[in-house]
C-alpha cells in the first residue's frame, strides 16, 4: 500500500507525488545519507535542547532568554553544546533504529488496515500511530544511555552560570566516555537506563501523537487548498478542472505547518511527563542520610512543591521550538531523503 498517494474528496484535484514505502528503497544510501543529513540537524538544534533540559532541572522558573545570557556570558558558546559528541554518537544507530521500524511498521499496518476496511484516511492515521509509536520504543533502547549521559554533561555547567540546581549529579565529567565509565561504576548498568520507562512512557505516545496529528493536518491543510483551488476554477473564465499540481516550495510550506501542528499538539500532550523524565535521569534524591535515584512519585512530590501543576510544564516554548523546527527539518529532510534512496525502476521491478 502507498500511503498518502491517493487523495479523495475536496483534495481530488491535487496531485502529490506517491508516498515511498520501505521495498522501494535503496537501504545502504538510506542509512547512509540519513546518518549525515540527521547529523547536521542535530547540529542545529543542540542548543535549544539544552535550554529546555535545563529549564526542567531549575527549581525556580527562569526564562529562555535570560537562560541564554546566562550561559553565554559565563560558558560561552561551548556551554549551548555541552554533551555534543555523546549525544550525535547515538543519534546515528538511535536514527537507524528510528527510521528502519517507522517504514516497516508504516507499510505493513497500512496494507493491514485497509484490508480490514478502514478508508484510507483513517488506514493512514493508525499506521503513522503505530509507527510513531514503534519506531520510539526501537530508538529508546540506544537512546537512553546517550541521553542519561548527555543531559548530565548538559547541566554541569549550570553552577557555574550561578543557576544553581540542587541535588545535581554533576561527578566533575570530563567528558562523555569518563561519564560513562562514572555512571556504570557507580550504578551498574541500571544508571545508563534510568528513567527508560518514564523514557518509553514520553516519547511512544509523543510520536504516536505527532505522527497521527500529522497525518490527519496534512489531509486537512491539503483538502482545504483543494478547495479554495476547485472554488478559482469555478470562477474562472475558462472554468477548466485540469487540477493543481503543487511544486516543491509548496510541498515543503505545507509539511512545515503540518509538522508545527503536530508538535504543539504533542508537546503539550506529554510535557509533563517529559520534564518528569528529564528529572529522574539527571537529579538525586536523599533518604536516611544516603544518595540515590529519584522516583517518580517524589519527582511529582517536589515540581508540586516547587511550583503546582504548572512546574511540569517548565521549557514547554523550548521544546515547542525545538520539536517544530526538528520536526519540520526532520519531516522535510525525511521525504527529500527518501526519495534520493529511491531505486530505480529497474532494480525495483526486478
Known sequence: MSLGATENDSASEIHIPAEIDWHMLDKSKFFF????LFSGVSAALYPVVVLKTRQQVSPTQISSLKLSFSILHHEGVRGFYRGFGTSLMGTIPARALYMT???VTKSSVGTAT???GFSDTQATAIANAAAGLSSAMAAQLVWTPIDVVSQRLMVQGCNNSKDIIPSLNSGGYRNGIDAFRKILHADGPRGLYRGFGISILTYAPSNAVWWASYSVAHRLVWGGIAGST????ESSVYGGRCGYRPDSKAMVAVQGLCAVMASG???MITMPLDTIKTRMQVLDGEQNGRT???TVTQTVKNLVKEG???ACFRGLGPR???MSISATTMITTYEFLKRLSTKSRESFSS
Open 101 to 103: 521500524a517507522l517504514e
Open 308 to 310: 503546582g501543576f504548572a
Open 320 to 322: 515547542w521550538v525545538s
Open 230 to 233: 476547485n472554488k478559482k476554477e
Open 265 to 267: 499538539v504533542s508537546a
Open 33 to 36: 545519507l540519513g546518518a549525515a
Open 292 to 294: 540515590q535515584p529519584l
Open 114 to 116: 485497509v484490508r480490514l
